[in-house]
């Protein structure tokens, strides 16, 4: 399954967002969209997914364009997973997982055997079996994103995006969350996540794609392209980048702490 955005520009009247943008991405391949607060990465996801119609160019799933898919089509192709996410009731574990298993029945019809053996096995997969029948809005917020990695399983697309999947976790349980998505890249999906955290995007990501004022400035792998000059110009920040593990690990150590 692919990705594929072609001259894509988008704006908020006036204002342009997205600035012809060209990517593609593909199967086992876990993609990181590096940038400051602002630059378009949400409004990419969304039209990606189809939630705004007013751009130019085009976006293929898989090389089909999205303009001529139905709702139900695209809920089989690609599964989004949000920063945040609070149900107005308290739905426990498992039925916040089933729920992503609505694509595969129709309108009036019951979850049945298969959907609910598919929910166990995600929420097996995913090491979260202990928290079933727990309410979810009474776990942690790292246990809630990989909640809802297990009910973007269930759905059986190939294709994830992930907004921001690590935002306001502890270390923890970003390492927890980053983990499971890397094991899905290599078993085969197509994964875009945003991300502000140029160190874990050095040591996750197959691809890094750096954007600012709505356009890509770099995109490669990330020891390629992830270089001093690189966040000095996302994030006006004067920093150092020390090289581990030959090379295996780069981190960024702000100027003014040292």
Same mark, same amino acid.
């Given at each position: 399954?692919?990705?594929?955005?072609?001259?894509?520009?988008?704006? /908020?009247?006036?204002?342009?967002?997205?600035?012809?943008?060209?990517?593609?991405?593909?199967?086992?391949?876990? +993609?990181? @969209?590096?940038?400051?607060?602002?630059?378009?990465?949400?409004?990419?996801?969304?039209?990606?997914?189809?939630?705004?119609? =007013?751009?130019?160019?085009? +976006?293929?799933?898989?090389? $089909?364009?999205?303009?001529?898919?139905?709702? $139900? #089509?695209?809920?089989?192709?690609?599964?989004?997973?949000?920063?945040?996410?609070?149900?107005?009731?308290?739905?426990? +574990?498992?039925? &916040? *997982?089933?729920?992503?298993?609505?694509?595969?029945?129709?309108?009036?019809? $019951?979850?049945?055997? $298969?959907? @609910?053996?598919?929910? !166990?096995?995600?929420?097996?997969?995913?090491?979260?079996?202990?928290?079933?029948?727990?309410?979810?809005?009474?776990?942690?917020?790292?246990?809630?994103?990989? +909640?809802?990695?297990?009910?973007?399983?269930?759905?059986?697309?190939? &294709?994830?995006?992930?907004? #921001?999947?690590? !935002?306001?976790?502890? /270390?923890?349980?970003? &390492?927890?969350?980053?983990?499971?998505?890397?094991?899905?890249?290599?078993?085969? /999906?197509?994964?875009?996540?945003?991300?502000?955290?140029?160190?874990?995007?050095?040591?996750?990501?197959?691809?890094?794609? !750096?954007?600012?004022?709505?356009?890509?400035?770099?995109? =490669? *792998?990330?020891?390629?392209?992830?270089? #001093?000059?690189? @966040?000095?110009?996302?994030?006006?920040?004067?920093?150092?980048?020390?090289?581990? /593990?030959?090379?295996?690990?780069?981190?960024?150590?702000?100027?003014?702490?040292?």
């Amino acid at each position: 399954m692919s990705i594929e955005v072609v001259n894509l520009s988008f704006g /908020y009247g006036d204002r342009l967002v997205l600035d012809g943008l060209n990517f593609k991405t593909r199967e086992n391949q876990l +993609v990181s @969209i590096l940038g400051p607060n602002g630059v378009g990465k949400s409004t990419l996801f969304n039209c990606i997914l189809g939630l705004l119609k =007013g751009y130019t160019g085009q +976006v293929l799933l898989d090389g $089909r364009d999205i303009k001529h898919l139905s709702i $139900r #089509e695209m809920a089989q192709l690609v599964a989004f997973i949000p920063q945040s996410h609070h149900p107005s009731f308290n739905f426990s +574990v498992s039925d &916040i *997982v089933l729920m992503g298993t609505t694509v595969q029945i129709s309108t009036f019809s $019951r979850p049945g055997k $298969r959907q @609910i053996m598919l929910v !166990a096995e995600a929420l097996e997969r995913i090491g979260i079996s202990h928290l079933r029948d727990r309410g979810y809005n009474q776990i942690s917020g790292g246990e809630r994103q990989l +909640v809802l990695l297990a009910r973007a399983l269930v759905q059986e697309t190939k &294709i994830l995006l992930l907004d #921001e999947p690590t !935002a306001n976790l502890d /270390y923890g349980n970003q &390492i927890r969350v980053l983990t499971q998505i890397k094991t899905l890249a290599k078993e085969g /999906y197509t994964i875009i996540q945003s991300t502000h955290n140029p160190d874990q995007t050095f040591l996750f990501s197959d691809t890094v794609m !750096a954007m600012k004022d709505g356009k890509i400035v770099a995109c =490669g *792998v990330p020891g390629d392209i992830f270089t #001093e000059e690189l @966040i000095r110009n996302l994030y006006a920040a004067e920093v150092k980048i020390q090289s581990l /593990y030959e090379d295996r690990v780069r981190v960024c150590i702000p100027k003014r702490a040292i």
